[in-house]
């Protein structure tokens, strides 16, 4: 798989990339087969694969070998698609994949996630450390199944990896008080404090961003059912994107919802 030019420049401008046609039928039914052996949900246990050699080795010490032929084939399938270059070339720098894993969603009328942006401490109201604002994952994000507006895809809101790199900045610098910021109604009220608004500006290249993002963001408060950020996408397609942006997992209305995901960040701070 190439990542472009311009799929570079829109990735750092957009926040996110589709990328078409990725995975061969084969692949894509035996993925599938695969995840479909877990408990449907995201982030339970058996959702994880091993994502490097240490993490094989312990399960192999374990004697869960079917997962460990799974990760062996989900790897293989990453080094094919050159998933490490692609991560390294966004970043500019050494990326490590961090994280491997696959789940499923049963059709329902409820979002799989709200809008919200990750690296935002899950909504806590206090917290003690903040972290630098380049610690974010690269996300790929393989379909295995149909996706489309109000049907499962990852609706994502162009742009706002910009604007919530610019708070956790300002976080991270101390130069506003931390508040809840996880959910889009809590950073838009982060951004509007009047103590907040200019100091989160200076961080951007205009005003004109941060002016756009709170009138998108106003408008997916008012009508939770807004699709104008969500797309179509198959099985096999694939959707890059800055996990800092602020994006939801729309409700899976017309069929189940299956997804691989490899999560990759800077080398330099797996360890951190």
């Given at each position: 798989?190439?990542?472009?030019d311009i799929?570079?420049?829109?990735l750092n401008d957009?926040?996110f990339?589709i990328?078409?046609?990725?995975?061969?039928?084969l692949?894509?039914?035996?993925?599938?087969?695969?995840i479909?052996k877990?408990?449907?949900?995201?982030?339970?246990?058996?959702?994880?694969?091993?994502?490097?050699?240490?993490?094989?080795?312990i399960?192999l010490?374990k004697f869960?070998?079917?997962?460990?032929?799974s990760?062996?084939?989900?790897l293989?399938i990453?080094?094919k698609l050159?998933?490490d270059?692609?991560?390294?070339?966004?970043?500019?720098?050494t990326a490590?994949l961090?994280?491997?894993d696959?789940?499923?969603?049963p059709?329902?009328?409820?979002?799989i996630l709200?809008?919200?942006s990750?690296?935002?401490?899950?909504?806590k109201?206090?917290?003690?450390?903040i972290?630098?604002?380049?610690?974010?994952?690269?996300?790929?994000f393989?379909?295995?199944t149909?996706?489309?507006p109000?049907?499962?895809?990852?609706?994502?809101?162009?742009?706002?990896?910009?604007?919530?790199?610019?708070?956790?900045?300002?976080?991270?610098e101390?130069?506003?008080?931390?508040?809840?910021?996880?959910?889009?109604?809590?950073?838009?009220?982060i951004?509007?404090k009047k103590?907040?608004y200019?100091?989160?500006k200076?961080?951007?290249?205009?005003?004109?961003?941060?002016?756009?993002?709170?009138?998108?963001?106003?408008?997916?408060?008012?009508?939770?059912?807004?699709?104008?950020?969500?797309?179509?996408?198959g099985?096999?397609?694939?959707l890059?994107?800055?996990?800092?942006g602020?994006?939801k997992?729309s409700?899976p209305?017309?069929?189940?919802?299956?997804?691989?995901?490899?999560?990759?960040?800077?080398?330099?701070?797996?360890?951190?």
């Amino acid at each position: 798989m190439e990542i472009t030019d311009i799929d570079l420049k829109n990735l750092n401008d957009q926040g996110f990339i589709i990328k078409k046609n990725i995975l061969s039928d084969l692949e894509i039914d035996r993925i599938k087969a695969e995840i479909l052996k877990n408990k449907s949900g995201k982030g339970g246990v058996e959702t994880y694969y091993p994502a490097n050699n240490k993490q094989l080795i312990i399960k192999l010490l374990k004697f869960d070998i079917k997962r460990f032929f799974s990760a062996i084939f989900f790897l293989k399938i990453k080094n094919k698609l050159k998933l490490d270059k692609a991560a390294s070339l966004f970043f500019g720098e050494t990326a490590e994949l961090s994280m491997l894993d696959g789940y499923h969603n049963p059709i329902s009328s409820n979002d799989i996630l709200p809008w919200h942006s990750d690296q935002a401490y899950r909504g806590k109201l206090n917290v003690e450390k903040i972290n630098s604002p380049d610690l974010f994952y690269l996300k790929f994000f393989f379909y295995l199944t149909d996706v489309s507006p109000n049907n499962g895809c990852t609706s994502y809101i162009p742009g706002s990896h910009k604007i919530t790199y610019a708070v956790r900045s300002c976080l991270y610098e101390k130069k506003i008080e931390y508040q809840p910021f996880w959910s889009i109604k809590d950073l838009v009220n982060i951004i509007k404090k009047k103590e907040n608004y200019n100091k989160i500006k200076q961080k951007l290249s205009s005003e004109y961003e941060l002016i756009t993002f709170l009138t998108n963001a106003e408008k997916c408060i008012s009508n939770n059912l807004c699709t104008d950020y969500d797309f179509c996408a198959g099985p096999g397609d694939l959707l890059i994107f800055n996990e800092g942006g602020v994006h939801k997992g729309s409700n899976p209305t017309k069929n189940d919802r299956v997804v691989l995901r490899y999560l990759y960040i800077k080398s330099k701070q797996v360890n951190n």
